[in-house]
């Protein structure tokens, strides 16, 4: 089982950076692939990145390549979006995504309660 807790979201203007982050419990969180998926109001929930157990594979939406990094500490438990130059259309509630099997995707097991991204023009 493992349970996941994002924070690190807010209201800021376009052009900013923020840092989201996502502590996961239990024992097996290093041998878990993570990610970041977000949701905007009335669309549907996208990928936006992830991470591979290792740390040492990466994947990013198109959307976000070049502004935003995720990285992974095994030691802390914790997975990191960094996301830079902010645009408006990265608005949205942000969600942390664990799997045990395989690359997160929608059909992952695993979720956090999401955290409100908000880019002001």
């Known amino acids: 089982q493992v349970q996941l807790v994002e924070s690190g979201g807010g209201l800021v203007q376009a052009g900013a950076s923020l840092r989201l982050s996502c502590a996961a419990s239990?024992?097996?969180?290093?041998?878990?692939?993570m990610g970041w998926f977000r949701q905007a109001p009335g669309k549907e929930r996208e990928f936006v990145a992830a991470?591979?157990?290792?740390?040492?594979?990466?994947r990013y939406a198109d959307s976000v390549k070049g502004r935003f990094t995720i990285s992974k500490d095994n030691a802390k438990r914790t997975v990191y979006l960094q996301m830079n130059s902010l645009k408006p259309e990265d608005t949205a509630v942000y969600y942390c995504?664990?799997?045990?099997?395989?690359?997160?995707?929608?059909?992952?097991?695993?979720w956090g309660q999401g955290t409100q991204v908000t880019v002001s023009s």
């Open positions: 239990g024992r097996t969180f290093s041998s878990y692939s």
């Open positions: 995504a664990a799997d045990p099997t395989g690359w997160v995707s929608n059909k992952s097991t695993y």
């Open positions: 991470i591979s157990w290792g740390g040492g594979s990466t």
